[in-house]
């Protein structure tokens, strides 16, 4: 099935050209008045990624740097403000809703909270079917061993055991892997990961990492994995983006960007990864202050007031991405000394 949908797009499988999202802030009528105009969040303000089939892309930054949102844009959950995203050379802004809902079944979610997203009255089994249901109505005669095979590919073994259970009857680990099986069920080609082991427990986080880089493999995934971990995206991606305040701040191999980080910003959350080995520890000072509203974002660099080696003229000229080295681009105006 996957052969049939592939075209020819230059290896590029999903492409966000200059994507923006603005929130407009919600105020009451009074203020609306009086202010004479409408504010806006900034969530994503003029981000390009390219993404390779088979590829796993990171998107990493804090709570506030609009990695979600860029998430939720890629697959269509939410409408652009500016810019398009093209899905294996579909443009997602011109289909119909109608449209949009088939494509679904090559976009599926992993989401943070298994708990919230699985219907407490639902069963393991009707839950993991439902995709079928909605895609594949016609092969209902094979949906229960088509979820019971997935069952036993997650993990989830034996599958009968699982099939008529709740979610409230099994650990939160296999909970995440009933989610991960409710994205796989409908054969997706992209899987937005969004913080997927978040929620899981130290000790199951590597064996759900291991499960995805093992699926993807199997089914032949694209995947743009959520984060604000690190360490969890070295395990599993290919190439990273690092985002800051709706920007991308750098982006590049997972390799280069850990080995060779060059915005200070990207320095300070390796240097926030613990590592065995305490000779290897980096010691870049975290970044000043909370992240800013970003309704008005700091003029020129927005990282400048918390950057710990910003000059006079960061917060006059906003730095763009540059290739400082092959396919390694950085938004600073001092990448090349911060090497
Ligand atoms: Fe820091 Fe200036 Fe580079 Fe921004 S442009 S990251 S403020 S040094």
Redesign the pocket.
């Known amino acids: 099935m996957k052969a049939d949908n592939k075209r020819n797009n230059n290896g590029i499988f999903l492409k966000l050209e200059n994507i923006k999202k603005y929130f407009p802030v919600q105020k009451s009528l009074i203020d609306q008045i009086f202010a004479g105009k409408i504010d806006y969040v900034r969530a994503v303000d003029d981000v390009t990624i390219h993404i390779k089939r088979g590829e796993a892309f990171g998107l990493a930054g804090e709570s506030g740097s609009g990695k979600t949102t860029i998430g939720r844009l890629a697959i269509g959950l939410e409408t652009l403000t500016e810019g398009t995203v093209i899905f294996d050379g579909i443009d997602l802004g011109k289909l119909t809703a109608e449209e949009l809902r088939k494509l679904r079944r090559r976009m599926q979610v992993i989401f943070q909270d298994p708990m919230a997203s699985l219907n407490p009255r639902m069963s393991l089994g009707d839950a993991v079917m439902q995709g079928l249901k909605i895609h594949y109505p016609e092969k209902s005669a094979e949906h229960r061993d088509m979820v019971l095979t997935l069952f036993e590919k997650v993990g989830l073994t034996p599958p009968l055991f699982y099939y008529n259970k709740y979610p409230h009857q099994i650990s939160g680990g296999q909970r995440q892997r009933i989610v991960i099986a409710r994205a796989l069920i409908t054969r997706p080609d992209l899987v937005l990961a969004d913080e997927p082991v978040a929620m899981a427990d130290v000790s199951v986080r590597a064996l759900l990492l291991d499960l995805m880089v093992q699926l993807k493999k199997e089914f032949d995934l694209t995947y743009l994995y959520i984060t604000h971990d690190l360490a969890t995206a070295k395990y599993i991606c290919d190439r990273i983006g690092i985002l800051y305040l709706g920007k991308l ?1 750098e982006i590049g191999t997972v390799q280069e960007v850990y080995q060779h980080p060059m ?3 990207t320095k300070a959350l390796l240097a926030a990864v613990p590592v065995q080995d305490p000779k290897k520890r980096r010691t870049e000072p975290m970044p000043k202050g909370e992240i800013p509203n970003s309704i008005n974002p700091p003029s ?2 927005r ?2 007031p918390r ?1 710990p ?3 006079k003229d ?1 917060a006059k000229k906003e ?1 763009i991405l540059r290739e400082i080295l092959p396919g390694h681009i950085v ?5 090349e000394t911060n090497l």
């Open positions: 701040a915005h200070p910003y020129g660099c990282f400048h950057c080696i910003a000059k960061c730095p938004a600073c105006h001092y990448a």
